[in-house]
């Protein structure tokens, strides 16, 4: 009888999921899924920002490419992949980095903001995988996939991180408001007071340290082209 029992939730439950599939629009590339903006677009990679109203799902979407997420606000999502249940709530806040390495030549899910608060995450993709990584690294890994690595500099006020080097092109995000300074070896040195989102794509060698001048907390992330 137990084992009856199973086999009819089971059952259940792929039901569950094949009408919720039958009543869900077509995947689309995440490129024209209609909250994925694309803010940035080169040859190395593409940026895209997704700001999902609590209660919303994204429609179903197709990433082709590893990814890196970057979360900049505070709440709670679900993922569900094409074909299968959705998965549990997870909590997330700004700062968070998630890596997501393709296993196969695609990935189709869509997310649910359960959260009371709009998820807010920038997407970044390379648009290759190096055919040979750098074996430079520019300071601690805090995430990698086959096609970048990424770098935390949690900054208290005063603080300054190591003089690290990039030796390929990279993304640097600023997850809050600070003012930000950055210093070479040779001396030079720019302030910017940067805003919780805004980013810059850097091509090049470049060696500098980061510093926070200002009086609040901050958190800079730089995407790293592997």
């Known amino acids: ?14 039901g569950m999921v094949a009408a919720q599939e039958a009543s869900a629009p077509a995947p689309v590339p995440v490129e024209s899924e209609p909250l994925h903006k694309v803010v940035f677009k080169n040859d190395v990679f593409t940026v895209m920002h997704l700001i999902l109203p609590p209660g919303a799902r994204t429609q179903y979407h197709t990433h082709t490419h590893d990814r890196i997420a970057v979360t900049l606000s505070e709440t709670s999502t ?24 393709l296993a196969e030549a695609s990935y189709t899910h869509r997310v649910h903001n ?5 998820f807010d995450v920038l997407d970044i993709e390379p648009a290759q995988r190096p055919a040979t990584p750098s074996p430079d690294v520019a300071g601690p890994v805090a995430a990698e996939t086959p096609s ?19 030796t390929r092109p990279y993304i640097i995000i600023s997850i809050a408001a600070l003012n930000l300074k950055m210093s070479s070896p040779d001396g030079q040195s720019g302030s910017h007071q940067v805003k919780a989102g805004d ?3 850097v ?3 470049i060696t ?14 730089e995407v790293e082209l592997k």
């Open 1 to 14: 009888m137990k084992a009856k029992l199973l086999f009819a939730a089971f059952l259940a439950a792929a």
């Open 208 to 221: 500098h340290d980061l510093s926070n001048v200002g009086t609040t907390p901050g958190q800079i992330v």
């Open 148 to 166: 970048a690595r990424v770098y935390n500099w949690v900054l208290a006020p005063g603080a300054t991180s190591p003089m690290h080097t990039h």
């Open 78 to 101: 679900t993922n569900q992949k094409w074909n299968e249940a959705e998965g549990s709530a997870a909590p997330v806040k700004p700062g968070d980095i998630g890596a997501l390495t």
């Open 114 to 118: 359960v959260g009371a608060v709009a």
């Open 203 to 205: 091509d090049g060698k």
């Open 199 to 201: 980013f810059h794509f």
